[in-house]
């Protein structure tokens, strides 16, 4: 990783790329410590340290703390992370997308252009709930239609903002614009996360006791990595074999290629999804200001993954047998939508293509759904190990840090994706110097 960012510095042009981006990240972070005209942020600080739920935690982590300081940039890119899964899942589901999306490049360009707009549309709506639902307990200075106005439209304008730079990163700077800025944010609570661990477990303590919790928290943090890595990394390689025919005069085909099939085809998003609905209840109670008792209360409490895994309750941590179900079913949904074994399969025969000892068709399709379900349920429990470990320390330790699994994920995922994308641009770089030669 060292050597890769160091041969880079050594060109130019890609040193420049990532001069911009570290400009683009410097300016995302004072844009986060802004504060939102007319907002009382004492209040939302007291509000936010009140709440018990784990989706406020993580909202701030992908935040970059912007969401508890209520920066103009509290909204952050939440808005088109939701925009582009939800074209996403439309693209699969509306046939002019998916028509739109074969187009190629001009296709793929209109699809940017209405997910830009799907964004803006959802900044409004959170910015005006968050405006109009916490001004009313006390967010704004002054509750009136000016200062409601004038937050919703900091809030909007803050996410546009991040949207355009997140744009702007991967055109001129080293690529994967959004995640990049996703990353910066998640990065920079972890020495918070951190420091609160040592503040825990180790400062204070007996000089035994101190370096063992410390060599403790750095080998899970290690060995989570690692596994992350290895979650990333795994892929099933499936041969296909190209029968050879005749083209004019010539001979043609007879290569060997194969079809990569990640382990974890679906990425973050199954657990996403899961903590979305999990933790949606939690907030819809939390802005209409409920805190009542009963079913619905206990129902709210096993919702809370800071319950989940706690000794001495032990009945709140059925949430989190919902949360692993919830998990692997989002892992299987996704992927069915994202990768459709029958078009694979039609798509080889019609290039001559086959597996070996697999007749081309529908038994070639039945065979990859049937790889494609046992590397799916891999892929499942590796996501689900990497999500819950930090839920079973903090119900058993309570060891809370707004990072977790998820956030993780993130982090090694865009880290060894802008490596690749550094170090392709450094080959073509190479080749484009030995060519001008």
């Keep these: 990783m060292l050597t890769t960012l160091r041969n880079a510095f050594k060109i130019k042009e890609i040193r420049q790329k990532l001069i911009f981006t570290l400009v683009m990240l410097v300016v995302i972070r004072i844009g986060s410590q802004l504060p939102v005209p007319g907002v009382d942020r004492t209040y939302f600080a007291q509000w936010f340290a009140a709440q ?30 939701t925009s582009s899964i939800i074209m996403q899942l439309l693209t699969i589901a509306i046939p002019k997308l998916e028509e739109m999306q074969r187009e190629g490049e001009d296709g793929r360009k209109k699809i940017v252009a209405i997910t830009r707009y799907v964004t803006i549309v959802l900044a409004l709506i959170q910015s005006s709930a968050m405006a109009i639902g ?27 903002f991040l949207m355009w730079v997140g744009e702007q990163i991967t055109e001129h700077g080293v690529g994967n614009g959004i995640s990049i800025v996703l990353v910066i944010n998640i990065i920079s609570r972890l020495p918070n996360d951190i420091r609160g661990l040592f503040d825990q477990f180790v400062f204070g303590k007996a000089p035994a006791t101190a370096i063992l919790a410390a060599v403790i928290i750095f080998a899970i943090i290690i060995a989570m990595v690692v596994l992350v890595i290895i979650l990333n ?8 074999q190209y029968a050879k025919k005749v083209q004019g005069r010539k001979m043609v085909g007879g290569q060997t290629s194969n079809i ?18 999990m933790q949606l209840p939690i907030m819809i109670s939390s802005f209409a200001g409920y805190s009542g ?120 995922s865009v880290v060894l994706e802008t490596l690749k994308q550094v170090e392709s641009q450094m080959l073509v770089r190479n080749y484009k110097g030995f060519l001008d030669d």
């Design 52 to 81: 018990t739920g784990g989706a406020f935690s993580f909202f701030d982590a992908i935040t970059g703390g912007s969401f508890l300081s209520m920066s103009i940039l509290a909204l952050n890119i939440s808005p088109y992370i």
């Design 134 to 160: 916490f001004g009313r307990q006390g967010y704004l200075v002054e509750y009136n239609a000016l200062n409601v106005i004038t937050a919703i439209v900091a809030l909007t304008a803050g996410s546009a």
């Design 233 to 240: 990394a795994g892929t099933r390689k499936i041969p296909v």
């Design 260 to 277: 990569p099939l990640k382990v974890n085809t679906s990425g973050v998003i199954p657990i996403i999804f899961a903590q979305s609905i």
């Design 293 to 412: 008792t009963g079913v619905w209360n206990e129902i709210l409490l096993g919702l809370n993954s800071n319950n989940w895994c706690n000794p001495s309750r032990p009945i709140y941590s059925i949430g989190l047998l919902v949360y692993v179900v919830l998990v692997i079913f989002f892992a299987y949904f996704y992927t069915s939508i994202t990768f459709n074994p029958l078009m694979v399969a039609d798509n080889m025969k019609k290039q001559g293509g086959f597996i070996p000892g697999i007749r081309p068709g529908k038994p070639t399709s039945d065979y990859l759904n049937k790889v494609l379900n046992y590397i799916v349920f891999i892929g499942a429990v590796g996501l689900i190990i990497v999500a819950v470990l930090p839920y079973v320390f903090n119900g058993v330790f309570g060891a809370s840090v707004s990072f977790g699994g998820t956030s993780l994920i993130i982090i090694v």
